[in-house]
C-alpha cells in the first residue's frame, strides 16, 4: 500500500508489479490486494495496457528503422584519391631522378 497511509497502492508499486520489481511477499500482497479493489485493478490493467502499447509501438519504430537501414544502398568505400595522387607524384619524382641521374 501507499505510503501516506491511503487504502490504495501507489503508482510505483503498480509499475514495480508490472515490471516483476516486487519481492515474492510485496507481489503477493499487491496481488491480493488488486483482487479486492477495483479501482487499483483498474488502475494496474491501464498501467499494462499503457506499457503493453508502448512496448508495441518501440519494437514498430524499431523494426521500421531497422528495415530503413537494410534497404539503404550501401554507400562503397569512399575513394582514396589523394593516395593515388601521392604515388603519381611519386613516380613522377623518380622519373625526374632518373632521367636526370643518367644524363648527368
Known amino acids: ?4 497511509q491511503s487504502p490504495h497502492l501507489a503508482t510505483t508499486t503498480l509499475d514495480e508489479l508490472h515490471l516483476g520489481g516486487l519481492s515474492p511477499e510485496e507481489e503477493q500482497q499487491a496481488k491480493a490486494h488488486l483482487a479486492e479493489c477495483p479501482a487499483c485493478s483498474r488502475r494496474m490493467a491501464s498501467t499494462t ?56
Do not use: H
Open 49 to 104: 495496457a499503457s506499457a503493453d502499447r508502448y512496448r508495441e509501438q518501440l519494437n514498430q519504430s524499431t523494426m521500421e528503422e531497422i528495415r530503413r537501414r537494410l534497404e539503404q544502398p550501401r554507400a562503397s568505400k569512399p575513394r582514396r584519391a589523394w593516395l593515388w595522387g601521392l604515388v603519381a607524384l611519386a613516380a613522377t619524382g623518380a622519373a625526374v631522378g632518373a632521367f636526370l641521374a643518367l644524363r648527368g
Open 1 to 4: 500500500m501507499n505510503q501516506d
